[in-house]
């Protein structure tokens, strides 16, 4: 058995890191074993030690300056010469961890890209931008969800960079009725029409814009109801904006539910209107949801595998959004050719599986 040191900030509800725990759950773990070398306690930490995985922790660069994150990452790398792979998910701090790996000897350095522009106010992504120009020399491998995001982490070399589908548990999602009544009713939302969306509260995701398209939606439909699944900084500010828009009783802030799959369930149709997204793998859970999705176009169109889907630039008015929302007609899920698509987990599972026990 081989075991994969994987670098992230932390296992907590999120793209990427639902992404490894659903590869995780898939894996042989009697060929592979996965670790995790993180900087804040997750929500999965205890599930990752269950599988048998460790969870080691470091403090992250925002808490102790850049100099003292790379003389931990250095350290930690040496006193852990066991580890043949590492695989960072850390977009442009992937740098920082593929320049320890070099240092200490790790044979396979993958970097992995998750998303398509830096977060953050000018120092922290100029900062990010600095770690970034150290992955090329110190990397022996690239991956990213998309080519948006190959492109944006690696530059030239992102033709070069193996885009790996992030499975997911294509069967989890399929339309359940009985689930749908279960949870409408829990919500108490039985006769409504829900606009759904999952993600967590940061300027990426533009919840903003997605609440003042929702009172266009309201007022077009009273029995509307705007579903938001998720948590984060900005949560305070857009309840804000809710109260003073007078949307309180319309919008349900559910918080962050390791049953997305459930909740999904209850959603009429599905809006992402991202500033910019990896890949946006809420979209895929969504449509094998049987949801018809309107996402902005800065979403991959990767992101679509069903005829349930639409993109609409962010540069039209939130009328606009809000008529094509309404007047989307939803196409029924054909269940094999979603178990068939490249997300399937099993697929994504298998291949990640076999690169490691090649390296």
């Not at 994969?4 to 890191?17: K, R």
């Not at 809000?322 to 697929?347: E, F, G, S």
């Amino acid at each position: 058995m081989i075991r994969v040191l994987h670098c992230v900030v932390g296992m907590n509800y999120g793209g990427y890191e639902t992404f490894l725990m659903n590869v995780y759950r898939n894996i042989d773990r009697t060929k592979v074993q996965f670790d995790f070398l993180t900087s804040l306690p997750g929500v999965f930490d205890e599930e990752i030690k269950k599988m048998g995985g460790i969870v080691y922790r470091i403090p992250f660069i925002t808490k102790v300056g850049p100099f003292a994150y790379q003389k931990n990452l250095d350290n930690f790398l040496r006193l852990h010469p066991e580890y043949d792979i590492v695989h960072s998910h850390m977009d442009k701090f992937s740098g920082s961890v593929m320049k320890a790996a070099r240092k200490a000897g790790v044979k396979t350095r993958i970097a992995h890209s998750h998303n398509t522009q830096n977060e953050g106010g000018i120092v922290y992504q100029l900062v990010k931008d600095f770690y970034g120009k150290m992955i090329e020399p110190n990397c022996t491998h690239r991956f990213a969800c998309s080519q948006e995001a190959a492109d944006w982490m690696f530059g030239e070399k992102g033709k070069e960079t193996i885009v790996v589908y992030n499975g997911i548990e294509v069967a989890k999602y399929f339309p359940d009725k009985a689930k749908r009544t279960e949870i409408r009713k829990k919500l108490k939302l039985e006769n409504a029409f829900i606009v759904g969306h999952t993600g967590r509260f940061a300027h990426q995701k533009n919840h903003s814009f997605l609440i003042d398209v929702f009172k266009e939606i309201k007022e077009k439909r009273r029995d509307a109801k705007l579903l938001l699944i998720g948590a984060g900084d900005l949560q305070n500010e857009t309840k804000e904006k809710v109260k003073s828009l007078g949307l309180e009783n319309d919008v349900i802030f559910y918080g962050t539910t390791d049953k997305v799959h459930q909740v999904l369930q209850a959603m009429d149709t599905f809006v992402m209107p991202s500033h910019h997204e990896g890949l946006g793998i809420v979209l895929i859970e969504a449509q094998c949801a049987g949801l018809y999705c309107t996402a902005s176009t800065a979403v991959p169109s990767l992101a679509q595998i069903t005829d349930n889907m639409q993109f609409i630039s962010l540069e039209e008015s939130r009328e606009v959004w809000a008529d094509k929302i309404l007047c989307a007609q939803r196409h029924p899920v054909n269940k094999q050719d979603l178990l068939n698509c490249p997300y399937n987990v099993v697929k994504t599972a298998d291949f990640l599986q076999n690169f490691y026990l090649e390296r």
